[in-house]
């Protein structure tokens, strides 16, 4: 079946730590990758996507992501967070010929203290 | 540009009941999906309508069901509620024919069935 699995509940970092949230899937062929963001009371927002090419990609507020096929993974990151960054944070992934259905990992909670 | 909107924002029903929700996509988008967001099971996708037509479905029973309309706005109906039905019922919007595409996220309809 395909899966997408997030390898951590829930993280604590200090203001000006790095970040680096894994997310692996099941292998389904071509795959389309996302990383969604829930801020407290608000809605789901993408921080990236990746459809194809460079497969380090960059999205909003200074995340990146890189995505290695040989492991089926596609692991967030962030050089330095900061408290605004207290978010739960998805990983989602859309399976070819699957059309718009996105399979959602856990989520990582993820708490930054100032 | 307007977001995706999802009315009611909260319900609360009696178990055996059936509820009704309501999701507008973001103007010139066809394709709208369905999740469902508990603590336990997560995000997990309920069926995608595109162009009228139920284009992919999920693990969930037949007490789940939608539709959607000429103007793309979709309907999800939840027959004979259940308590495990409570959850957050979000839903999402994209521009793709064919998947792989960026979704929009509505704030979502807050069911408590009790």
């Known amino acids: 079946a395909q899966s997408v699995s997030q390898h951590n509940h829930h993280v604590i970092l200090s203001e000006a730590a790095s970040l680096e949230l894994g997310c692996n899937y099941s292998?389904?062929?071509?795959?389309?990758l996302f990383w969604y963001v829930q801020y407290p009371g608000q809605h789901l927002q993408l921080l990236l996507k990746?459809?194809?090419?460079?497969?380090l990609v960059k999205g909003i507020k200074g995340f990146e992501a890189e995505f290695i096929k040989s492991k089926f993974s596609f692991n967030l990151r962030k050089p330095s967070v900061q408290w605004s960054d207290t978010a739960e944070y998805f990983c989602?992934?859309?399976?070819?010929?699957?059309?718009?259905?996105?399979?959602f990992g856990q989520g990582t909670e993820l708490s930054v203290k100032p | 540009k307007a977001g995706v909107t999802q009315t009611p924002r909260y319900l609360i029903k009696t178990r055996g009941q059936q509820v009704t929700l309501s999701c507008s996509p973001i103007?010139?988008?066809?394709?709208v999906s369905w999740y469902q967001q508990t603590p336990g099971q997560g995000l997990q996708f309920l069926f995608e309508?595109?162009?009228?037509?139920?284009?992919n479905k999920g693990n969930f029973p037949g007490r789940f069901s939608g539709r959607q309309f000429s103007n793309s706005r979709s309907e999800m109906n939840v027959s004979t509620l259940e308590l495990g039905d409570s959850a957050l019922y979000l839903c999402?919007?994209?521009?793709?024919?064919?998947?792989?595409?960026?979704?929009?996220f509505g704030q979502g309809t807050r069911l408590t069935v009790v």
């Open positions: 999402a919007s994209s521009s793709s024919a064919r998947g792989g595409t960026e979704a929009f």
């Open positions: 292998y389904g062929g071509t795959v389309n």
């Open positions: 990746y459809f194809s090419g460079d497969p």
């Open positions: 989602a992934v859309n399976f070819y010929n699957q059309g718009g259905k996105l399979i």
């Open positions: 103007s010139g988008h066809r394709s």
């Open positions: 309508y595109f162009s009228e037509t139920q284009r």
